[in-house]
């Protein structure tokens, strides 16, 4: 390209996350209280967690320099290179609690921060010096969301009344901000937030109850319900009789005797031995 001395574009970028999950065994304080009532069960199965199940955590930066040197090739006049900048630090958050059994929690959040540059090449320890300054400052926040929700199970299915309905409750959240863009005072070369701009808010929220019934466990709590949609009860083999065996013990009974008659057999003959006289 005739028209461009030189054109630089230079990339950076580093990041460092954390996950943590694990499954916190709940603590039941009233798991062994002595009670025959059905009715206690929701007082039992009380539990809660002091662990989340989920916590996530991302940190990332990523910065572009970019300078272009442009040739004038109809003369040797010196053009002002260009640079084009951009520097930015996100922070991210997740975190997923199940407080109990029945409520569960759920947290996003994303956090943008630029951080500012002096203008032109950056050649001198001043310059140097003042973006080391915003960026353990971790920068100027331009942009954060952030979204939850909790979400409760109600215990009707643990009453025994009402243990064929199923009810969940949940209410979710968003929110956001973003900052206004930086006013350029040409005079003093300097930046500075117009107030007459402002930031922008965007937030809205959510409400859900969910519900199901199971009918069967309603219907089966009455009798005749359960008496005709049972299945059938398998009937018993009658024993094989034998024909022989009967008419003995039809003989029999005929005869006044109420034992079986046994089968009598033929006596065995002896073989005789016959003497020789010697």
Known sequence: NLNLEYDIQRDYLAAVGYNFNTQPKGISPFSKMKSKSKYAKPIKDFNFNLLPSTFSFRWDVNRHYGETQLRDIASDAYIEPTYFKTFFMNRQYGLSWDLTKSI?????ANNQSQIDEPDGKIDSEQKRDSIRKNFF?????VDYRQDGSVSYNLPLNKLPITDWINV??????TYH????????????????LNPAIG???QNSNTKQL??????TTLYNKWKFYKKITAPPKPKTPKPKVDPKAAARDSLAKAAGDTTKLKEVKPPVKKKETEYSPA
């Open 199 to 201: 930031n922008t808010i």
């Open 177 to 192: 901000w973003n900052a206004a863009p930086l006013t350029a005072d040409f005079a003093t070369g300097n930046y500075y």
């Open 104 to 108: 569960r929690l759920e947290y996003n």
């Open 137 to 141: 400052a971790l920068g100027r926040n």
């Open 210 to 215: 969910n519900s199901s019934f199971a009918m």
């Open 168 to 173: 969940t409750a949940r209410y979710g959240f």
